[in-house]
C-alpha cells in the first residue's frame, strides 16, 4: 500500500462548479498537509498548509483534514478555468521528507 | 524577488553520458531539496541540504548520483553514467530556516536515450 493515494484523473468539471479533490494516507505520523498546484510546464506551487485535523479556507480554496479517516480533502468553488492544473496533495511527518501524491488533473470547461 | 531557478530547462542525453543540473534557490533560503518524476510516478524526494550540508539523502536512487552544493548558495545534481530509467522530470525546492513551505523552481526534464 502507498504512503499517499490520489486519484490521477482526469476531473472535469463545468465553470462555477464546486471542485472537490482528495486523498487517502496510511502513515499516522503525517503531521503536516499540503496541496500543490501545477502548471503544464512549471513547478509545483503551494497552495494550502495545514497542521492539524480541520478546515482552513483561503478565498475559494478550503483544505480539509480528517486524520481519524487519513483522508484530507481541497475544495475549490466558484470554479474557473484558470483553475484547470494538476492538484497535488503532499504530507509529511516532522522533521521528515515530504510525500506526495501523484496529482488529479483538473479541467474546468468555460 | 526572483523564484528558484534551475537549468537547463531540458536535456536530452545517450545513455553513458553525463549530466549536470543545476538549481539557484532563493536568495536566503538555507534549506536546498531536490525531487525527481518519473513520467506516470508521484514526485519523489531525492535529498535535501542545509547551507552545505546534507542533511538527509536517503532518496537518492544510486551511486550515479552526485549533489553538491559548495558554499551554501546553489546546487548542482549529476548524473554519471546516466541509464534510461533516470528519465524524467527533476525538480528543485528551497525553503527558509526552520519553515515548511518549500518553493519550486520549474524543473528540469531530462530524456535519457
Known amino acids: 500500500q502507498k504512503e499517499v493515494e490520489q486519484d490521477p484523473g482526469p476531473l472535469s468539471v463545468p465553470e462555477g462548479a464546486i471542485v472537490s479533490l482528495n486523498c487517502t494516507y496510511s502513515?499516522?505520523?503525517?503531521?503536516?498537509f499540503m496541496w500543490y498546484r501545477q502548471y503544464s510546464r512549471k513547478g509545483p506551487e503551494l497552495l494550502m498548509y495545514t497542521y492539524s485535523s480541520g478546515n482552513k479556507e483561503d478565498g475559494r480554496f478550503t483544505a480539509q483534514v480528517d486524520k481519524s479517516s487519513k483522508y484530507i480533502s481541497l475544495f475549490i468553488r466558484d470554479s474557473q478555468p484558470s483553475d484547470s492544473a494538476t492538484y497535488l496533495c503532499a504530507m509529511s511527518a516532522p522533521d521528515d521528507k515530504i510525500i506526495f501524491g501523484k496529482g488529479t488533473r483538473l479541467h474546468i470547461l468555460p | 524577488e526572483a523564484g528558484v531557478t534551475q537549468f537547463p530547462s531540458h536535456s536530452v542525453i545517450e545513455k553513458g553520458q553525463t549530466v549536470t543540473l543545476r538549481c539557484d534557490p532563493i536568495s536566503g533560503h538555507d534549506n536546498l531539496y531536490w525531487y525527481r518524476r518519473v513520467m506516470g510516478k508521484e514526485i519523489k524526494f531525492l535529498l535535501h541540504f542545509v547551507k552545505e550540508s546534507k542533511q538527509d539523502e536517503s532518496g537518492m536512487p544510486n551511486n550515479r548520483f552526485l549533489a553538491e552544493r559548495t558554499g551554501g548558495t546553489y546546487s548542482t545534481l549529476k548524473v554519471q553514467p546516466a541509464e534510461l530509467e533516470d528519465s524524467g522530470v527533476y525538480f528543485c525546492a528551497s525553503s527558509q530556516q526552520y519553515q515548511e513551505t518549500q518553493y519550486f523552481g520549474p524543473g528540469t526534464r531530462l530524456l535519457v536515450l
Open positions: 502513515n499516522s505520523a503525517f503531521q503536516y
